[in-house]
């Protein structure tokens, strides 16, 4: 039998539930299994939770649906553990290094306790000091092992269930399971005390909680606010069958309601209902309030008296009257111009129009990327829509001659922006931009993340001084609805890059549905249009941006490069579109296609590609062509942009750090043999889960046709799906 039992649910914490479950891996004390607990098959979580499974054999994950809710999967975790004491940890929290071992020796001083309290650390998510709230009350409590009796103030129900661990036989013996719905840490909390007979604490930071930016899901809005009450009640009742003593249940009574009344008292989390709550918790307080309680002071003792009294609109004038000093008039944003102000204010004003259409792409660069390739999907299986797209006045030439636009700034963008239902953008719109109640915005993203991206460049300092303000960047984050991914990475990833309540879609992007859907002839005409020689090979130079450099400089001679690796082959030079300034650089073997408006077209182009760390490795991976990646300043890339993964332990095929060994690997042809093509298999195993060629379709269907997420086509498999054709066999003598 393990000494512990750790038991994680993992529903909605994919981001940091990895971060979890090596927490718990990594302690010193190895004496354990660790049960996480998955709620969907196929998941995000679930995924990881399996590669966790393979590599260590104390992982033994179990299933509960997600109906059940955190109560059910705890339970069904319990159920399944072995150990001689559990331990509750949520995919929010980690084990601090040592914790094991510090539990371990606290239970070998106290023996067989019934319930062992340790401190835990509550972490803001972005900035401020962290809190040990348990501390004060732990400190409180006898040194040794006590009856609960010997500390009123431990009820149990001011602490979460993973401040803690349970011998699991005493759980077992006395029936106790964490009761369903919400605020279900009040309920098992407050049972455990109970029915516990020795207790003790450990003054020592166990368990490090981190903070959601967007809250916990119990602040929301809802009814579910009820299911505090059902807590509340269960646990007095208990009280009061089992007898507890009045000097046990006033501490006991005063907490529940502390945690009844902040909810009574706040505007915002009973939106419905609050009368019914009151009247409810009225008569809780009246069947349950120990005689000769002592009523606290101040305005939380006037509460208590009107809520004894059924005073309810009394009480909500205190309410109001007490939050009248903090309420503040919501701005009215400001776009450039008095007249232009007024006309946004009065558009603002005006219903939305359900059949409009909004699209942006990098800034207003032009016509490009997920947002076009949505577009146009739109306009083929959602032709009632009247779709605008967003431009720069100097991008307005690389719009379809068919296709309406809007110039940024101009009182017509403004006009769609006030009154469209629909908001796409693999950006953001300018925060000026409301986000009206019944609008929906889409995050298309723009690329797979290799380097840091939102809070997390936080703290890389020469990455963090361009991006400006990271409160301005979540708040425009706060906007959107959905958030599409094109791999289970980019899903974690940006959970931990953009924490807020938008839903994501792993439908995959779909600028790359042409990498499956375009033919040979295609593939001839763009190569005619950039000016590819025929019989020739077409190496596609793609490096990132360095937020480091002041411009574009390439760090390859590719003229001397041209001369080692012989005549059949041009390269084709694509710079990061932060340098694209419509001019030409390169001549002869050199095809400067910067400027080019279609990054997949220069893909397509392509018989090979030559990158760094860019994210179009990504996506030119789905053409499953040979990629080699160039990495002469990895080590300073990664210490000042910061990245997710270790490319170079897991490339997309050959690596060369120096221009000698690039050449060389171009020369030999070692960049597509059975190694290259190993690592390239592996690497669109990983990445290219979800591009099959009918990622718009999926796109347009759910979010700008309403269709439920169970009449969405599915992703086709990796091994069925062929992709566009390559113009040449790169294989040399």
Known sequence: MPRFSIIVPSHGVAGRLSQALDSVLTQSFGDFELIPVCDTPGSLAAGLVAGFAERDCRVAPVQSP??????????????AATGEWLLFLDGDDVLLPGALTALDARLRETGDVDVLYFEHERTPWWVGE????????LARAPDGVFAPGQAPELTGVQLPAWSAVYRRAFLAERHLAFPDGHFTDIGFGGLVVLAAERMAVLRQVVVRHLLRRQGSRLGLPGEHHFDLLDQAELVLRRAAERGLSEGRRGPLFEQLFAAVLKTAAHPRRLPHGRRAFFRRASRLHRRHCPAGFRLPGGSLGVQHRLLANGAYSAFRALRVANQAAAKAASGV??????????????????????????????????YTCNPAAIHAKARELAPHLRSVFLVEADQAHTVPPDVEYAVIGSRAYWDVLARATYLVNNANFADAVVKREGSVHLSTQHGTPLKKMG?????????????????????????WDYNLTSNRHSTEMWERAYPAAHETLEYGYPRNDVYYT????????????????????ALLYAPTHRDHATGFESALDLEALCEEIGDEYVVLLRAHYFYDRGGA???????DVTGHRSTEDVCLAADALITDYSSIMFDYANLDRPIVVYADDWDVYQELRGVYFDLMEAPPGRVARTPGELAAVLRDGSYEDEGARALRAAFRERFCQFDDGRAAERV??????????????????????????AATTLVRN
Do not use: H, M
């Open 585 to 591: 650089r390169g001549s002869g073997r050199i095809i």
């Open 130 to 137: 962290p809190a040990n709230p348990a501390a004060p009350l």
């Open 455 to 479: 809070a997390d460049q936080a703290t890389y300092p020469v990455v963090a001084a361009a991006t400006g303000s990271i409160a301005k960047l979540l708040a425009r984050v706060d906007r």
């Open 700 to 725: 347009v269907r759910r979010v700008l046709l309403g269709e439920p997420p169970e009449a969405i086509e599915p992703v086709i498999p990796l091994a069925d799906r062929l992709p566009a054709p």
């Open 333 to 366: 944003p400001r776009p450039r111009g008095l007249r232009t102000r007024l006309r946004y204010r009065f558009q603002l004003r005006r219903p939305l129009d359900p059949n409009l259409a909004v699209y942006c792409a990098y800034w207003g660069r032009g």
């Open 66 to 79: 997600p109906t059940a809710g955190l109560a059910g999967a705890r339970n069904a975790g319990g159920r």
């Open 518 to 537: 375009a033919t040979a002839d295609d593939v001839a005409r763009v190569r005619r249009e950039l000016g590819v020689p025929d019989g020739r090979k």
